[in-house]
């Protein structure tokens, strides 16, 4: 979906559609919602948004879409698994090897899991399927859904009033955001690694 498109949709259904597209970026297919969350600040800057019902709109959706997968993934998804799993090779072992490894880091999936475009549609529906406490997902999803809404958003904000930035070219400066943060989590994560082996 292109930009013009998007603010097609922008101008017709106004925040509720804001609200439809983290949802179903969430539940659905891995998109680049980065680029729509620092489109939306941008939009505020520009005053063809305000700034409340515009971050309500994309936290209510990205929150929403966290525990529809969650409850989903624990209704739907084990028993899925446990019936055909082994017929795509996840058998009993794995299953346990793999929800013990998710069940050690699930702060971490959870809430930085945002930042990674696949991770934060699949770690709800995992999460549900792993039988994860709802109030803990609950509280992680609250974290994550914010740390990840609100930055973008008052990015796009703050550099919308600073710079006169072209909505056409906001989906390249939410992908130059993500390689960046993922730079630095990588750049982190081996710098750590590095310190424990020293030790």
């Not at 498109?5 to 017709?12: A, E, S």
């Not at 063809?48 to 209510?60: D, I, Q, W």
């Not at 009993?92 to 013990?100: A, M, Q, Y």
Request: net charge positive; aromatic share 20%.
């Amino acid at each position: 979906m292109n930009i013009d498109t998007i603010l097609h949709f922008i101008n017709i259904y106004g925040y509720l559609i804001i609200f439809l597209f983290l949802f179903l970026g969430i539940v659905g297919i891995p998109a680049p919602e980065e680029s729509l969350l620092f489109l939306i600040g941008v939009l505020i800057a520009q005053h063809k948004l305000s700034f409340g019902p515009s971050l309500s709109s994309a936290f209510l959706g990205a929150f929403t879409g966290m525990l529809a997968a969650y409850v989903c993934g624990k209704y739907v998804g084990y028993p899925f698994i446990d019936k055909y799993g082994k017929y795509v090779g996840i058998t009993n072992e794995r299953w346990e090897k793999t929800k013990i490894n998710y069940m050690e880091n699930i702060q971490k999936t959870v809430i930085f899991g945002f930042y990674i475009p696949g991770m934060r549609q699949i770690s709800p529906y995992f999460a549900g399927i792993s039988r994860i406490p709802f109030r803990k997902f609950f509280l992680l999803s609250l974290l994550g859904t914010f740390l990840w809404t609100v930055p973008f958003i008052v990015a796009g904000y703050y550099l919308g009033n600073a710079f006169n930035i072209n909505p056409q070219y906001v989906p390249y400066l939410g992908v130059l955001f993500l390689f960046i943060f993922v730079f630095y989590v990588t750049f982190k994560y081996i710098k750590r690694k590095k310190q424990k082996s020293n030790n």
